[in-house]
């Protein structure tokens, strides 16, 4: 996986929001305003929420979810200490699938900090 694999990962996730705020308005608005309100910062900051998201992200093998996850952690403050940790947990729970999935996280972290990926504005 390298550069254009992460661009067309957001690619895709900015055509498929496009389409559903068009095929179904009322309930993709409500979907974003959940997410809005579930990592708004609360009793846990929004890295805490952004870290727990890495690890389930990796335990439910969602690429995309690792992606974004990992760009907004990292913008949250997150070091790449705290991402791996969370990988950690994710990996100790989800075992095999949770390592492949998690992979994608390392990755990002690698390509932003060399500045080979350039994390789209959401």
């Not at 254009?4 to 498929?16: G, H, N, V």
Request: contains cysteine; hydrophobic residues 40%; proline residues 2%.
């Amino acid at each position: 996986m390298g550069t254009d694999y992460l661009r067309e990962l957001t690619l895709r996730r900015k055509k498929a929001h496009a389409r559903f705020n068009e095929l179904s308005p009322e309930v993709y608005r409500k979907y974003i305003e959940l997410e809005q309100a579930a990592f708004s910062a609360g009793e846990l900051s929004q890295k805490t929420k952004e870290l727990i998201a890495i690890g389930i992200s990796a335990g439910v093998g969602c690429e995309g979810c690792i992606q974004w996850h990992t760009e907004y952690a990292l913008k949250h403050g997150a070091t790449e200490k705290e991402i791996m940790e969370a990988i950690e947990v994710a990996i100790e729970i989800g075992g095999g699938k949770a390592v492949t999935t998690a992979r994608l996280a390392i990755e990002v972290m690698d390509k932003i900090k060399k500045g080979d990926h350039d994390p789209a504005e959401y």
